[in-house]
């Protein structure tokens, strides 16, 4: 799973050509600013979390970090990240790569977070841990197959 997965995802779409692969890691928040020559809070970070023993991912803007009072309120229960098994089992993707696309489980649910709406374009990853695409906040809805906005990210303001 990965990267040729995303692509093959995209290609219903016609977008595959849009993946930027990227000659660096970009692993990280910082390392996908730098690839990208974006600020670090456009990269669109995925979060895999398991709750109730079910995948859960949230994308956040870079800048963002996970309230744990408020994923509590909206969730019912501590945030555990997924450790890189479970990335496996669910996601599809590894560590670094981790994108709400062609996930390896059909169960797993995708959430935005409002840190992200600010933006015009953002850039998730695509599966692997030099790619990465710009999508406008509509196309991240729409590819993402989101299940709703939510709110359980820090003040990033």
């Known amino acids: 799973m990965g990267l040729n997965e995303v692509k093959n995802y995209f290609k219903e779409f016609g977008i595959e050509d849009k993946i930027i692969i990227n000659p660096h890691s970009s692993a990280t928040v910082e390392l996908a600013a730098q690839a990208l020559g974006v600020e670090g809070k456009r990269i669109a970070k995925t979060l895999a979390f398991t709750n109730y023993d079910k995948p859960l991912l ?3 803007a870079g800048d963002a970090k996970i309230d744990n009072r408020k994923y509590k309120d909206k969730f019912i229960k501590k945030a555990k990240m997924m ?4 990335l496996a089992l669910y ?3 590894e560590p670094g790569g981790v994108c709400p696309f062609a996930l390896k489980d059909s169960e ?4 935005l977070d409002e840190s992200l709406k600010r933006f015009e374009t953002v850039f998730p990853a695509c599966g692997s841990l030099d ?16 299940i709703e906005w939510i709110d359980v990210t820090k003040d990033w303001k």
């Open 58 to 60: 949230i994308v956040v």
């Open 108 to 111: 797993c649910k995708v959430y």
């Open 91 to 93: 996601t599809g993707h």
């Open 83 to 86: 450790n890189g098994e479970e």
């Open 131 to 146: 790619s990465a695409i710009e999508l406008t906040i509509p196309e991240l809805e729409k590819y993402s197959n989101y």
